[in-house]
């Protein structure tokens, strides 16, 4: 299915100088929801280590990095 948006969302990161990869998940969450009725989601999130434990740690560069995408996203920098 098409959807504007992740086109959109697509063009900003391709245009991006540092790397940015895109995945299939499996895993568990919200997102799984609008999947099952056919609503195309993306899940940005930043690498880490114990994710959903009390000792998580998460890539501060790569909340940066999220930052930076999307306000190119919103702000058409693409």
Known sequence: MKNSYIDLLSI????????????????VGDFNHFA????????????GDNLHCADEKVNLADIVKLKDILVDLVFGKS
Do not use: A
């Open 12 to 27: 900003t990161c391709s245009n991006r100088e540092d790397k940015v990869g895109f995945v299939t998940s499996m895993h």
């Open 36 to 47: 099952g009725k056919g609503i195309p989601k993306v899940v940005l999130d930043p690498n």
